[in-house]
């Protein structure tokens, strides 16, 4: 059974290797870089035959406070106002320790990253994400998190460090003090394969592909289409829950209001935060939108039939188009375009008097600069919505979830009294992230915040613990 731990005291492996790593999405890779660096080496184990994970289907992009490409840009931020922001989103509930430590370190691994292993990030400086203060957001030039995933890959494989395909870690082997002394991956032939370790760190993301751990944790999208990698099936909480980790927040989760449907592509955010809204199938509006697209799948999902469009213009389709999978909409049609609001109502096929209401309330809203009857401040996006107009029907979903294993500022698996594991490591969807328990909580990058900063942590004191 996947997930169980083999309590041995005298285990016997195949092969054994200092550090070893499970999955390799941007955690596991960026932790083995790290690890490498360090002077260990590492082994990555990938279930898939080339890595991909949710870091794949991602945009790729990571919050970070102070970095030189922001300054390019002249602005001023710092690991103070970034910390106060994740503070504020996630309603005070995440763990202050992590959120002082990935807001200290973001900064510093984006530039580790650029300058080390060649990753050219640049900066979104041109769009606001909702409940940063600055713009924070690093991308590689497709803006696509599949270029992240083979770049990392590529960095990996141009220093020699092993990675191990089509290998999936079923099992973990430890001691009674609760050390880890290796694990069992299952290669596609059902040949298993024993390999020691002296530190294990866990990068297989959390549990959204597994349907009994989201209805269990997460009922409210128990039947949500989820987005994330299908790979990822909850191993590290199951491990988690037999070696006695603590498990905290297990609830957070990053949820999508804006994923289109039927083509099942994302549409980015940018769409509604540079001045676009969402109605449903009545033609209203519904929530307020700014508020965050991690609590739009929940707030989609309660519209008729689950779903909704978003309402945006030319001028922010061309914001939007510097995303690959935007324009994979476009060519899949599934950007609407009229020229007045009653055209586009009709091709929308929802109330044509509804709609055209709703849109004049938002362009008064705006004109006004004020807060609308949702508490939607439409004095930051005063920019009317011109023809050509354009909708994009849309539906909620789960991303990936946010809760997971209760980990210190470096990256080790704590106990529920606050004690470390002894060799135990986790890091991105397989640690629990800096949310809190709910989908509000979820300020836009902290998938890959805690990726790759709580990765390259993992890595090198895994490294150092093995040493
Ligand atoms: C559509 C979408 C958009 C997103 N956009 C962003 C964004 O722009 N910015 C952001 O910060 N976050 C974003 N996220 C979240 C982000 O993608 C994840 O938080 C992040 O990729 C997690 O990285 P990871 O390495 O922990 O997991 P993954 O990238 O999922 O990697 C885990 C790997 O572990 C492997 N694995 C799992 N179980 C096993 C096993 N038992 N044995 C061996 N291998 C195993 C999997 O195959 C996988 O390759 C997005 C997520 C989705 C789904």
Redesign the pocket.
């Known amino acids: 059974m ?1 997930g169980e731990v083999l309590f041995e005291d005298a285990p016997r492996f195949d092969a054994e290797v200092p550090v070893a790593i ?7 890779l960026t932790a083995a870089l790290a690890a490498r660096e360090a002077g260990a080496e590492p082994l990555v ?4 035959p080339v ?13 970070a406070a102070g970095t030189r490409f922001q300054r390019a840009h002249g602005i001023a931020d710092d690991a103070a106002a970034f910390a106060a922001d994740l503070h504020r989103k996630a309603h005070g509930k995440a763990d202050p320790a992590l959120v002082e430590t990935l807001a200290a370190q973001a900064g510093a691994t984006v530039e580790w990253l650029a300058d080390r292993f060649g990753l050219p990030f640049s900066l979104v400086h041109d769009f606001d994400y909702p409940g940063h203060s600055h713009r924070r957001m690093h991308g590689l030039p497709s803006r696509s ?1 599949a270029e992240l ?1 083979d770049r990392l890959r590529s960095a990996a494989e141009a220093r020699g460090i092993a990675l191990l395909t089509e ?4 099992t973990l082997v430890a001691d009674r003090a609760r050390r880890i002394r290796g694990l069992i ?1 299952e290669r596609p032939d059902g040949a298993r394969e024993r390999i020691g370790c002296g530190a294990l760190v866990l ?3 959390g549990f959204g592909a597994n349907k009994a751990l989201v209805a269990r944790h997460i009922p409210a999208l128990a039947n949500a289409l989820y ?3 299908p ?3 909850g ?1 590290a909480v199951l491990w988690g829950e037999a070696l006695g980790a603590a498990l905290r927040d297990l609830t957070g989760h ?1 949820g ?1 209001g804006s994923v289109a449907h039927p083509q099942g592509i ?1 549409i980015t955010w940018a769409v509604i935060m540079e001045g676009g809204f969402q109605v449903n199938l009545r033609g209203e509006r519904f929530w307020n939108e700014a508020s965050g697209y991690s609590e739009a799948g929940e707030a989609v999902l309660r519209q008729p039939e689950g779903l909704a469009f978003d309402i945006f213009d030319a001028r922010i389709a061309a914001i939007a188009r510097q995303f690959e999978d935007f324009r994979s909409a476009e060519a899949a049609g599934a950007v609407l375009t009229a020229d007045s609001p009653e055209a586009l109502a009709a091709r929308m096929r929802v109330p044509a008097d509804a709609f055209a209401a709703t849109f004049a309330a938002v362009e008064a809203a705006k004109r006004a600069g004020s807060a609308d009857r949702f508490g939607r401040d439409w004095s930051r996006t005063p920019a009317p919505l011109l023809p050509p107009l354009h909708a994009v029907r849309v539906t909620g979903a789960l ?2 979830t946010q809760g997971g294993l209760a980990v210190d500022r470096t990256a080790r698996v704590l106990r529920p009294d606050g004690t470390p594991l002894p060799n135990l490591f986790a ?4 640690a629990c992230g800096v949310s809190g328990p709910d989908a509000s909580g979820y300020l ?8 790759t900063v709580l ?1 390259r942590l993992a890595g090198e004191n895994a490294a150092r613990l093995a040493a």
């Open positions: 996947s499970i999955g390799a999405g941007a955690a596991g184990l990938e279930r898939d890595p991909r994970g949710s870091t794949s289907l991602s945009a790729g992009l990571i919050p998190g995933v290998a999936r870690v079923t991956a990068a297989c993301c987005f994330g990698h790979g990822n099936e191993e990053q999508h994302l991303f990936h890091a991105g969807g397989a836009s990058g902290n998938g890959l915040l805690s990726a990765g």
